[in-house]
């Protein structure tokens, strides 16, 4: 199985800062996009942000400002700056890359494990 290798969770605290990412294997082309979502507990997943190969950005609408993404397209590597960190956003975050060949083509999603980020007060 095809599996995306994330790295930076860990335990911080309120209005610090961290920086996750997360790295797609070499055997995977033609990313369309890469992106963050996290889940938690309780909680359905939810989209934190993606960044296409051209640079376009989406951030769920209550991270902005906050939380920035940013891309290496030679690595195929995603990143995730965390900014003024606050209990709420404790969860497991989970990395994410797809490909669409074409936009009436079905997305192929790939994910990976996930890392937990605990934020206390």
């Known amino acids: 199985q095809v599996q995306l290798g994330e790295s930076g969770g860990g335990l911080g605290q309120a209005g610090g800062s961290r920086r996750l990412s997360c790295a797609a294997p070499g055997s995977i082309r033609r990313i369309n996009a890469m992106g963050w979502y996290r889940q938690a507990p309780g909680k359905q997943r939810e989209l934190v942000a993606t960044?296409?190969?051209?640079?376009?950005?989406n951030y769920a609408d209550s991270l902005k400002g906050r939380f920035t993404i940013s891309r290496d397209n030679v690595k195929n590597t995603v990143y995730l700056q965390m900014n003024s960190l606050n209990p709420e956003d404790t969860a497991v975050y989970y990395c994410n890359a797809y490909r669409q060949l074409r936009p009436t083509t079905p997305r192929f999603d790939y994910w990976g494990r996930g890392t937990q980020v605990t934020v206390s007060s």
């Open positions: 960044i296409t190969s051209g640079g376009i950005t």
